[in-house]
């Protein structure tokens, strides 16, 4: 009887383990504030990045620096938005 026991105590601690450990590693919360925060917020970067990347465009091609201010304003907005994994913060600066 104390063999069976032990059996199912240690069984149940191996178990409980690799829950904690399943848990550690879910980043549901995550993607859920990226797919429905972060990434309309970055896409709206994107977009008025764009319109001033326009506007800055005459003083930019004067000081030969189209683009810099192109991977700056639009760029980079967009990699944030469109190829990044969902939940991934860490390319975002």
């Known amino acids: 009887m104390k063999t069976k026991l032990l059996v199912v105590l240690f069984a149940l601690a191996l178990g409980l383990d690799s829950v904690s450990q399943c ?10 504030a990226d797919v429905t925060l972060v990434r309309p917020g970055c896409l709206v970067a994107t977009v008025i990045g764009s319109v001033f990347f326009v506007v800055a465009l005459p003083v930019a091609a004067m000081s030969g620096s189209v683009k810099q201010t192109a991977d700056t304003l639009v760029v980079t907005p967009a990699a944030a938005t469109f190829t990044r994994p969902i939940g991934d913060f860490t390319s975002i600066q």
């Open 23 to 32: 848990r550690a590693e879910d980043n549901t919360l995550g993607a859920i």
